[in-house]
């Protein structure tokens, strides 16, 4: 098992090290994948600060829940970039996933850890350093269990992205083309739930909170650290639910990502 | 002429192939427009008004947005840059009539086809069960259609021009990556431009951003509408200047390697 960690170790750093050969392009992609973080918070903040409130939080209680937010998808798009359905539609048309079969080494460890990309960490920084000033804004008294809450929500929803990218690339595997559908629970389910839970209607609340449990990740966590209770059906205890529901939800992933190989047909290119 | 309708026939032809794609989208977009709509219902419960626009204003925004997204984002949106890159480019100025007016065509035909499969449904869909600010006149909805239609030949002229970069450098998507944050922004993708500060609000005004999302929008919800389409036919004149100008500098330059 260790030797085998040590392989894939190896072929990560082996494709750090490819991306790092160029370190202009790379400081521009990862200050590209920062800037969009920032420039989409300024937007929201100053959208929010025109209002005052939303759903009676105050601006930099709902920045906060950005940062968690994109820290979460940057983390989960180092690892899980290559399984989004454009990607994996390459690797299914070019054959190059009939060579991975062949390897031995499990295809799932091997196709994450030979394209890890260390641009998305941009996007993660850019996150983190948002929930910092965030939480400062929101005049957070900083606890080891309010910390530890935030720790929770950004791995929790980083799994549960990471779930969602290994599903979708299950999917594509079955039908070769890549589809913009996915996008919408990567995208628009870390989009959904960077506002408060409570402002939306039952059935985006039930799909976001319990089917593909990002709000459950984020905005659940977040109620503990701004010491906030939860609206009716949300208590902040549901945070200690958060852990093993994203480790459900990455379990479920896998599982679909694994019925999508044993569905795999060569494209015979 | 003729020849220019023919390529704009073939491009609305190409795009609307694409089924799948066009589920796919439609899902998108109205996933994104159900979110964001809340969005600014939750802000405007307790208020009427803010910064001149009221709650119908703001989604007819969101729902002109999804609409036109994928007509600004083009899915083609790197291929003049990368036709550029390989050399194919080269074929395109051998071909009889205007290169210029030859890309603009055919571009213009599959953003029509866009516009038609998706800004139009999307928009067709909202209408009914929102609150959306929609011109109630003939010539309301005839200056909202020029105003789409302009908007899509804004969007063409922009990515010729960011495509064009491709002559001078090989590495344009680093570039754009960096620039693109800025106009995600200043366009109006990410909120209306009129919750900016009123200083960086007058700079958007009068960019060529202005044209791709905010004209549309300001024409809908009936705000000196005729004069906003003038303004976005303006733009379309300065930038085909533009594109001109720029077609004709590359064309000197132009180095094809390879056999």
Same mark, same amino acid.
């Given at each position: 098992m260790?030797?085998r960690l040590?392989?894939y170790?190896?072929?990560?750093?082996?494709?750090?090290?490819?991306?790092?050969?160029?370190?202009?392009?790379?400081?521009?992609?990862?200050?590209?994948?920062? *800037?969009?973080? =920032?420039?989409?918070?300024? &937007?929201?903040?100053? *959208?929010?600060?025109?209002?005052?409130?939303?759903?009676?939080?105050?601006?930099?209680?709902?920045?906060?829940?950005?940062?968690?937010?994109?820290?979460?998808?940057?983390l989960a798009l180092?690892f899980g970039d290559t399984l989004e359905a454009?990607?994996v539609?390459?690797?299914?048309?070019?054959?190059?996933f009939?060579?991975i079969l062949?390897?031995?080494a499990s295809p799932l460890g091997w196709v994450v850890a030979?394209y890890?990309?260390?641009?998305? *960490?941009?996007?993660?920084?850019?996150?983190?350093?948002?929930?910092? %000033?965030? @939480?400062?804004?929101?005049?957070?008294? %900083?606890? @080891?269990?309010?910390?530890?809450? @935030?720790?929770?929500?950004?791995a929790c929803a980083a799994a549960i992205i990471f779930g969602v990218l290994l599903a979708a690339a299950g999917f594509t595997f079955v =039908?070769?083309? &890549?589809?913009?559908?996915v996008?919408?629970l990567i995208?628009?389910?870390?989009?959904?739930?960077?506002?408060?839970?409570?402002?939306?209607?039952?059935?985006?609340?039930?799909?976001?909170?319990?089917l593909v449990p990002i709000?459950?990740a984020?905005?659940?966590?977040?109620?503990?650290?701004?010491?906030?209770?939860?609206?009716?059906?949300?208590? =902040? %205890?549901?945070? %200690?639910?958060?852990a093993p529901v994203a480790a459900a939800f990455l379990a479920g992933g896998w599982l679909a990502w694994r019925a999508g190989i044993r569905h795999y047909? &060569?494209?015979?290119? | 002429?003729?020849?220019?309708?023919?390529?704009?026939?073939?491009?609305?032809?190409?795009?609307?192939?694409?089924?799948?794609?066009?589920?796919?989208?439609?899902?998108?977009?109205?996933?994104?427009?159900?979110?964001?709509?809340?969005?600014?219902?939750? /802000?405007?419960?307790?208020?009427?008004?803010?910064?001149? +626009?009221?709650?119908?204003?703001?989604?007819?925004?969101?729902?002109?947005?999804?609409?036109? #997204?994928?007509?600004?984002?083009?899915?083609?949106?790197?291929?003049?840059?990368?036709?550029?890159?390989?050399?194919?480019?080269?074929?395109?100025? /051998?071909?009889?009539?205007?290169?210029? +007016?030859?890309?603009?065509?055919?571009?213009?035909?599959?953003?029509?086809? /866009?516009?038609?499969?998706?800004?139009?449904?999307?928009?067709?869909?909202?209408?009914?069960?929102?609150?959306?600010?929609?011109?109630?006149?003939?010539?309301?909805?005839?200056? +909202?259609?020029?105003? /789409?239609? !302009?908007?899509?030949?804004?969007?063409?002229?922009?990515? #010729? !021009?960011?495509?064009?970069?491709? #002559?001078?450098?090989?590495?344009?998507?680093?570039?754009?990556?960096?620039?693109?944050?800025?106009?995600? +922004?200043?366009?109006? #993708?990410?909120?209306?431009?009129?919750?900016?500060?009123?200083?960086?609000?007058?700079?958007?005004?009068?960019?060529?951003?202005?044209?791709?999302?905010?004209?549309?929008?300001?024409?809908?919800?009936?705000?000196?509408?005729?004069?906003?389409?003038?303004?976005?036919?303006?733009?379309?004149?300065?930038?085909?200047?533009?594109?001109?100008?720029? !077609?004709?500098?590359?064309?000197?330059?132009?180095?094809?390697?390879?056999?």
């Amino acid at each position: 098992m260790a030797e085998r960690l040590g392989v894939y170790l190896r072929l990560a750093a082996a494709s750090v090290r490819a991306t790092a050969r160029r370190p202009a392009h790379l400081a521009a992609r990862f200050l590209a994948a920062a *800037l969009i973080v =920032t420039l989409e918070v300024a &937007g929201v903040a100053l *959208l929010l600060d025109r209002f005052g409130s939303i759903g009676g939080w105050r601006p930099a209680e709902v920045v906060l829940l950005f940062g968690l937010g994109f820290t979460a998808q940057g983390l989960a798009l180092v690892f899980g970039d290559t399984l989004e359905a454009d990607e994996v539609s390459k690797l299914v048309r070019r054959g190059t996933f009939d060579q991975i079969l062949t390897r031995p080494a499990s295809p799932l460890g091997w196709v994450v850890a030979s394209y890890v990309d260390t641009r998305f *960490l941009g996007r993660s920084l850019a996150g983190a350093a948002t929930v910092v %000033w965030a @939480a400062d804004r929101a005049r957070v008294a %900083w606890t @080891a269990g309010r910390a530890g809450l @935030a720790v929770l929500a950004v791995a929790c929803a980083a799994a549960i992205i990471f779930g969602v990218l290994l599903a979708a690339a299950g999917f594509t595997f079955v =039908t070769v083309q &890549g589809s913009e559908a996915v996008d919408v629970l990567i995208y628009g389910g870390q989009y959904l739930a960077s506002y408060p839970m409570h402002i939306y209607g039952s059935a985006l609340r039930f799909l976001f909170v319990w089917l593909v449990p990002i709000g459950l990740a984020i905005y659940v966590p977040t109620l503990g650290v701004l010491g906030r209770e939860g609206p009716p059906g949300l208590p =902040t %205890w549901l945070a %200690w639910l958060a852990a093993p529901v994203a480790a459900a939800f990455l379990a479920g992933g896998w599982l679909a990502w694994r019925a999508g190989i044993r569905h795999y047909v &060569g494209t015979g290119s | 002429m003729r020849a220019y309708l023919a390529l704009l026939g073939a491009g609305f032809h190409r795009q609307t192939t694409y089924r799948l794609a066009l589920a796919a989208g439609l899902a998108t977009a109205a996933f994104f427009g159900v979110v964001r709509t809340a969005v600014f219902f939750a /802000l405007y419960r307790e208020r009427d008004q803010v910064a001149g +626009l009221e709650v119908a204003d703001t989604v007819t925004y969101v729902w002109i947005l999804q609409g036109l #997204f994928a007509v600004v984002w083009a899915p083609w949106f790197w291929e003049l840059a990368e036709a550029i890159r390989s050399g194919e480019f080269a074929v395109e100025l /051998l071909r009889p009539g205007d290169p210029y +007016l030859r890309l603009a065509a055919f571009d213009l035909g599959r953003s029509l086809s /866009l516009l038609a499969t998706r800004t139009v449904p999307v928009l067709a869909v909202a209408a009914p069960v929102l609150p959306l600010r929609l011109p109630g006149t003939a010539g309301g909805l005839a200056l +909202l259609a020029a105003s /789409l239609v !302009l908007a899509a030949m804004v969007s063409f002229q922009l990515r #010729f !021009l960011f495509g064009a970069t491709a #002559f001078w450098t090989p590495d344009y998507r680093s570039m754009f990556l960096l620039v693109f944050p800025v106009l995600w +922004l200043a366009s109006g #993708f990410v909120i209306p431009v009129d919750f900016f500060p009123a200083p960086l609000r007058a700079l958007v005004d009068w960019s060529p951003l202005m044209p791709l999302v905010m004209a549309p929008v300001r024409v809908a919800t009936g705000r000196s509408a005729a004069l906003v389409v003038a303004g976005q036919v303006a733009w379309v004149l300065a930038l085909w200047l533009a594109g001109r100008l720029v !077609l004709a500098a590359a064309s000197r330059r132009l180095v094809v390697h390879g056999g």
